[in-house]
Structures are given as structure tokens and as C-alpha cells.
């Protein structure tokens, strides 16, 4: 695929692409967005610089407002874990710009900051949750957060999580999914607990 216009993404995505003035899909993109679009499960080996978050929020973006219910309470359709704060705000800038012309409701749930605005920002349900393991965790404990409904699941920098020891809280997390699900999982590197 030489365009984005071939991908058969929403128009209002196509528009906001052409905005940041991308005109031709990067490797990973051409590779991932089709098979995503099919709703089919992802393993992406990319390194950050690549264009790998426009491979996995397109696609996701034109699901979300392709069908489906809005968010429950306290819910969220889509669950994007990233292993640090930094890239967790990066990844919520990148589903904000790429879905500025839809209607989507997004949040970030990251430690360092009070949970206090992050459990009023869940209370009426999210589109899109970006976040870190450790407090994903903490506001589920406290019933500020509720995962029966992730509808698409994003592990990105797979192999960084593991590097800093989320893979037990990754692991608790996926647990308390649903099994029917999308899975988009990227990773610069594939160790063998990657794969698993
Ligand atoms: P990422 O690997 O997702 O962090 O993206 C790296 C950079 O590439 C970001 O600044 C994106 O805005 C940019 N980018 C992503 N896809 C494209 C594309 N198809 N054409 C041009 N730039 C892009």
C-alpha cells in the first residue's frame, strides 16, 4: 500500500493524516494496518522512530467509530500500556491528533501524578485508556476502573515492560480481560518471554 487513502480507514482519519502531512505509509504501517483492519491480532518487531504508533491507533481508531457500544462506566474500549510515563503521554498525543476530527473520549493513567483526575476522567467511560501497569493496577484495585470491556488491547515496547519488570502486572492485567479481543503487541526486540 503506497497511500493511506488504500487502507479503507474512515475519511475523517485519512483527513487528520493528511494534516500531519504524512503521505506515504511507513514499513510497519503498510504491514500492519491491513492485517489490523482485519481485526486479526498484530506482533509488530518495531523500534520507536518507525512509525509504529500510526500503525496501531489507525487502525484502532476506525473500529472504534466503525461500531460498537460507547464505554461503559468506568470503562474502556481500548487499553494501551506503554512502559514508561513519557511514552505514554506521546501515545495519547498521537490517538488525539490522528482522531481530531472524530468523537472519542481519551485518558492517560500514569504513577506520579494524583489518581484524583485520573479516576474522574474514567467515571463516564473512555474511548481510548494509555497507561502504565503499575497505576492501571492501582485503579482497578480501587474500583475507579473496570476491564470487561477493552475491546483492544496495545502492548507497545513489549520488550521494555519486560526489561522493567511489568511482565507480572502485564500478565494480572490481561487476565481480567476479555477473551475475545484485539491484540496489537509491538516490540523492538522479540526475547523469548516476549513471545510467550
Ligand atoms: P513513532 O515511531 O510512532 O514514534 O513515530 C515516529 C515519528 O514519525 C513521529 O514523529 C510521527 O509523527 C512520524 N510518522 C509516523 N508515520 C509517518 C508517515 N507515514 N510519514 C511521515 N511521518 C510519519
Not at 14 to 20: F, H, L, S
Not at 34 to 42: C, E, G, K, N, Q
Not at 114 to 126: H, P
Not at 157 to 172: P, Q, Y
Request: net charge positive; proline share 5%.
Amino acid at each position: 500500500m503506497t497511500s493511506f487513502e488504500g487502507f479503507g480507514l474512515n475519511e475523517a482519519i485519512v483527513r487528520a493524516i493528511a494534516d500531519e502531512n504524512y503521505a506515504i505509509p511507513t514499513p510497519i504501517q503498510q504491514q500492519t494496518i491491513p492485517i489490523a483492519m482485519s481485526r486479526r491480532d498484530v506482533i509488530g518487531i518495531a523500534q520507536t522512530g518507525t512509525g509504529k504508533t500510526a500503525a496501531f491507533a489507525l487502525p484502532i481508531l476506525h473500529q472504534l467509530v466503525s461500531g460498537g457500544r460507547p464505554p461503559e462506566r468506568k470503562g474502556c474500549r481500548t487499553l494501551v500500556l506503554c512502559p514508561t510515563r513519557e511514552l505514554s503521554g506521546q501515545v495519547l498525543d498521537s490517538f488525539r491528533a490522528y482522531g481530531r476530527h472524530l468523537r472519542i473520549r481519551t485518558a492517560l493513567a500514569i504513577g506520579g501524578v494524583s489518581m484524583a483526575g485520573q479516576v474522574r476522567a474514567l467515571l463516564n467511560g473512555v474511548d481510548v485508556l494509555v497507561a502504565t501497569p503499575g497505576r492501571l493496577m492501582d485503579l482497578v484495585k480501587s474500583n475507579a476502573l473496570h476491564l470487561g470491556g477493552v475491546e483492544f488491547l496495545v502492548i507497545d515496547e513489549a520488550d521494555r515492560m519486560l526489561d522493567m519488570g511489568f511482565i507480572v502486572d502485564v500478565r494480572k492485567i490481561v487476565s481480567k480481560l476479555p477473551v475475545e479481543r484485539q491484540t496489537l503487541l509491538f516490540s523492538a526486540t522479540m526475547p523469548g518471554a516476549v513471545v510467550e
